[in-house]
């Protein structure tokens, strides 16, 4: 089992819908959590940074921890065709190395 | 803010020949900078750990004299593929954690190199 569960999808949605992209993960360490957004061929650029348990908000963008459950989550609200690119979790023990999920990408359709 | 610039974005090389990319925390200070390796549709896959003044630390299977990891300052680090071969061909990505946000552990990534080796 990986330490960090994300599906690739591909995932499609429409312009304008909401779009709900998560992350499990097995380490109850983790008290870092990232979500970056990576277009074809560029580096991740980081989108939401949390620390331990929350809600955090930017714009459209909510990122949600569960560490009870384990989980994270990134919302995108009123979602945009230049949001379509690849969304990577990313988390860590404290100061150590960034674990990632595979990546999600996401298509939104105009 | 927190820009790191990455280059060359995408150099082609002949197969035996040594290719240095550069990468730069423009506008923090980095103790600690990380290469990563990228195949299509695939996540990153963490090659070193670069620490400003030491020796890198390599990931299991990483061939520390391939791939040869220079800190020198608290802004630049230089990963060099010795020998490249065809099989090196891929896509490098750097990034650097800010030394004045360290407890956060936010890491901020480089725009990536492509590296094809005929």
């Known amino acids: 089992q990986k330490e960090v569960e994300q599906d690739p999808g591909p995932l499609s949605v429409p312009e304008g819908a909401i779009v709900s992209l998560n992350c499990t993960y097995s380490?109850?360490?983790?008290?870092?959590f990232m979500w970056y957004r990576q277009y074809s061929r560029k580096g991740p650029e980081l989108l939401m940074y949390t620390y331990s348990s929350g809600n955090k908000e930017d714009g459209r963008f909510t990122a949600q921890v569960d560490k009870s459950s384990k989980y994270i989550s990134l919302f995108i609200r009123d979602s945009q065709p230049s949001d379509s690119a690849t969304y990577l979790c990313a988390m860590s023990e404290g100061a150590q190395k960034l674990v990632f999920g595979q990546g999600t990408r996401l298509t939104i359709n105009p | 803010g927190a820009v790191v610039s990455q280059h060359p974005s995408w150099v082609i090389c002949k197969s035996g020949t040594s290719v240095k990319i550069e990468c730069r925390s423009l506008d923090f200070q980095a103790t600690t900078m990380f290469w990563y390796r990228q195949f299509p549709k695939q996540s990153l896959m963490l090659m070193a750990t670069?620490?400003?003044?030491?020796?890198?630390?390599?990931e299991q299977g990483v061939e520390k004299d391939k791939f040869l990891i220079n800190h020198a300052s608290l802004t630049l680090s230089t990963l060099t593929v010795t020998s490249a071969h065809p099989e090196d061909s891929s896509f490098y990505i750097c990034?650097?954690?800010?030394?004045?946000?360290?407890?956060?552990?936010?890491?901020?990534f480089g725009a990536g190199t492509r590296l094809s080796v005929l």
């Open positions: 670069s620490n400003e003044g030491s020796k890198a630390t390599y």
């Open positions: 380490n109850s360490a983790f008290q870092y």
């Open positions: 990034s650097a954690r800010d030394s004045g946000r360290g407890a956060k552990n936010i890491q901020y």
